[in-house]
């Protein structure tokens, strides 16, 4: 059954061109790193003392986290918003689906949409490095980190902004809140490491300490937002 609602999610997804929003997003992280090398090869090459792959870790990571938040607050407001526009939620509860189950596919939804995204950031890192030949070998381990370790760290706040748009008729409200977690992940130098806003941003020595704390805390929201869903007369 949670299979059939997953793939119902994804089939009501194809007129939205969610997975154009998708490509774009990943497009935009790596369009900022290429246009650098492009036009300041030299300088950069100079100014990281030749260790390109920094240069373009470091130009993506500052991106990643605000990209991040806007994507999730879109992805869950797209996918929200069918069953608010067209009034599908009343009728899917009318069948014996539970509600629980159909949360969870709406969940398991978003994470394939923003998982999708990360891989292509991950691939387009790659790509790019070949393609502008830097030295060494690409270090797999460092890229898969910058790649998927923000969105498991994110994993509370794509629950909490799927629970708003769900709840909340106006999406305006859901994409002011991503626009402003967006904004305040910015400065998340400034804020406490406790934040969840700052996990994404990986500034612990430790990734999988923002990692852990993501899942443990994710876990904790998506039981208390489920039960909320569960009771809630839709």
């Known amino acids: 059954m949670l299979s059939k609602l997953v793939f119902l999610e994804f089939t009501k ?30 300088y950069i090459y100079d100014n990281y003392d030749g260790d390109l792959y920094a240069a373009m870790f470091t130009y993506i990571m500052s991106l ?8 999730i607050s ?18 899917l509860l009318s069948l014996p689906i539970s509600k629980w189950r159909l949360y969870l596919a709406k969940l398991m939804v978003t994470m394939t949409l923003l998982f999708t995204s990360s891989v ?57 809140v991503g626009v402003f977690f967006a904004v305040l992940v910015m400065f998340s130098d400034r804020l406490p490491n406790w934040l969840p806003l700052t996990w994404p941003t ?3 020595p430790n990734p999988l300490v923002n990692i852990s704390l993501g899942l443990i805390l994710g876990l904790i929201s998506y039981v208390i937002t489920s039960i909320h869903f569960n009771k809630k007369d839709v």
């Open 13 to 42: 997804l194809k007129r939205q061109s969610v997975w154009m929003l998708v490509l774009l997003g990943s497009l935009g992280i790596l369009a900022v790193p290429l246009a650098n090398f492009l036009i300041r090869y030299d």
């Open 120 to 176: 292509l950031v991950f691939v387009g890192m790659f790509v790019m490095s070949q393609l502008l030949n830097f030295e060494g070998n690409f270090p797999l381990l460092y890229a898969l980190t910058l790649a998927f370790a923000p969105l498991l760290a994110a994993l509370p706040i794509t629950i909490l902004q799927l629970w708003l748009a769900l709840n909340f008729k106006n999406q305006g409200i859901v994409l002011s």
């Open 202 to 204: 990986m500034q612990v």
């Open 74 to 91: 879109i992805i869950t407001s797209v996918i929200a918003n069918t069953e608010h526009a067209e009034n599908t939620l009343k009728q």
């Open 64 to 71: 990643m986290p605000a990209v991040l938040m806007l994507a």
